[in-house]
């Protein structure tokens, strides 16, 4: 049973797999060469499922840091005897600099060891286990490495040190003096690929400094925000170029599967796919911390993958990062689980569930990049007015909603609010459309959920709009409301429900639950912790009303518990503060940047006389 905390990982990626590496140089998890790949290290998730491990073979202490303006990983060992610097990356393609990151990779995780200072003995550890621990490879010594035969996978070590094998693993020892550097690397290969290989210390080296190089090009081309908490948006930024797919810009909620939102829980699902339901949030997020080109391939992904509207013209809400629809739940019984979190997933069965908002979600992300996608092909057009004509058709339909609950379907209000935004957003986009002879009927169904929405979705007994209709419980997800402009964020109903969540759907520590899971709400047994996402939503519904300091704080609290590398899980333990979900979630980062953000407009405003941190008590909207 894996015990390492969440908040000891730290992610490495070539925009194509991720690895996760502990504090202690071990690698933990390690996809090829998808995201959504076979693991070949998986001992986040069992004892027993694979790692590779590099680090002091006495006591050490630690600390670490992103080589700056990159994803390359540097941890520093601290010993009695003296110092050492391990670097770790996944290697980025010849020529990579600005837009081509990620392009060409040779799929080969490389480790690099040089002393700072004094002589530290060293261990080396290497188990591999590929396909998530079901297969222990043959392994064999060549010259300058270990070759592991097994499945369908052909993987290389590279290793100017001698390892002793046993037990289909590898272990060495080795002492570095200062000055000193040696280079490691695992490269893989599949058997209808030319086979991974032994590469020389010179080639890991030139390689390892040009993808530091290539990552440093691409954030001093698309990093220009400089408003508060900029070192934090920047890296947020680039967490998420790391968890997009090169070859085609999809953009993976999580670079894992199965790390709990509860300790012990079933609440263990599989986040290395892509969601519609993240697109409009994303679109404003690259846009601040990345650039229009990321939005843009995002963007096409989701119009390349998503135009398959069904029979009953249900669009499909996930996708895998190459736009394959069946993405089928399967569990691993041979895994313990993090912390004995099962059953572990692979796969996500929610690609089968009904979510009427995603068509609200498209729409959107087109309205924000309009300027950048210029004119769109016909087929776009069609996908994007049927998408309009759907949510105009289904709004008043039952759905899963935002959070994929796995209980009975309901008029979920975050549901119906996307479908306003639908409309709304496809009768702004009518030129770009060519849907000017739908405007009209449009405009009557946006008045009839908009009318609906008011009526059903505001509840006078709780004080705040509600999770759905006729239900007393709050959700998190009403925030969205001033967010994507339904209402003012000044109007006394959205005041009302921005107090009500900041009241009572907060942990003792003010960060904001997703909704209340007592008594099996959402169909499913347990409970979880308090989501990221929707603290950074707080800050952001905060900010656009002008409360301008509560926002801060609120951002702040729930910033604080990025780990030491800056990285941000789904969800926080109330009671411990420990790291929950799968790791790093880029909803959290989108979050972030997206809150940042409108504090920084907010604070704008302020500062050209406008009102921020006004009586929020006083607000100038109307009540229909």
Known sequence: MSTTPIADLALVSDRHSAGLISRDGSVEWLCFPRFDGPSVFARLLDDEAGHWAIRPAVPYETTRRYVPQTMV????????????????????????????????????????????????????????????????????????GVTARGGAEWLVLTTPVSLGIGDCSGYGVFTVREGETRH???????????????????????????????????????????????????????????????????????ATTSLPEWAGGERNWDYRYTWVRDASLTMGALWVAACPDEASDFFAFLTTAAPSLGKDRALQIMFSVCGEHDLSERTLPHLRGWRGSRPVRVGNDAWNQRQIDVYGELLDAAARLEHQIGDIDDDVRRFLVACADTAAERWTERDQGIWEVRGEPRDFLYSKLMCWVALDRGIALVGLLRAQDRVE???????????????????????????????????????????????????????????????????????????????????????????????????????????????????????????????????????????????????????????????????RTARAGGTADADHGKGDGQMA
């Open 73 to 144: 990983l540097e941890t520093t060992f601290h010993t009695g005897s003296g110092t050492v610097v391990l670097t770790d990356a996944l290697l980025t393609g010849p020529d990579d600099g600005g837009h081509r990151l990620g392009v060409g990779v040779p799929h080969l995780l490389a480790r690099r060891v040089s002393g700072l200072g004094g002589d530290v003995p060293m261990e080396i550890e290497y188990r591999p286990r590929p396909e998530y621990g079901l297969i222990h490879p043959i392994l064999s010594i060549v010259d300058g």
């Open 184 to 254: 490691f690397g695992l490269h893989r290969s599949t058997l209808e690929e030319a086979p991974a290989r032994v590469w020389d210390q010179a080639e890991l080296a030139a390689r390892l400094d040009d993808t530091i190089a290539a990552w440093q090009s691409w954030s001093s081309l698309h990093q220009a925000y400089d408003g508060p908490w900029c070192d934090l948006v920047h890296h947020s930024g680039r967490v998420l170029q790391a968890l997009s797919f090169q070859p085609s810009g999809a953009i993976v909620a999580a």
């Open 441 to 603: 009927s449009w405009r009557r169904t946006r008045a009839e959920i908009r009318d609906t929405l008011l009526r059903e979705g505001w509840n006078d007994r709780v004080g705040a709009f509600t999770q759905s209709f006729g239900s007393d419980e709050l959700d998190a997800s009403a925030l969205m409301v001033p967010i994507i402009g339904f209402l003012p964020a000044h109007d006394p109903r959205v005041l009302a429900t921005i107090d009500a969540i900041a009241d009572r759907l907060t942990d003792e520590h003010g960060l904001v639950y997703r909704y209340r899971t007592e008594g099996g709400v959402d169909g499913l047994a347990g409970e979880e912790g308090a989501f990221l996402l929707c603290s950074f939503w707080l800050a952001q519904a905060l900010a656009m009303s002008g409360q301008v300091g509560r926002a801060r704080e609120a951002f702040e609290r729930a910033a604080a518990y990025a780990n030491d590398v800056g990285l941000l899980s789904e969800e926080v333990d109330p009671g411990s503060g420990e790291l929950l979900g799968n790791f790093p979630q880029a909803f959290s980062h989108i979050g972030l940047i997206n809150a940042a953000w409108a504090i920084d407009e907010a604070e």
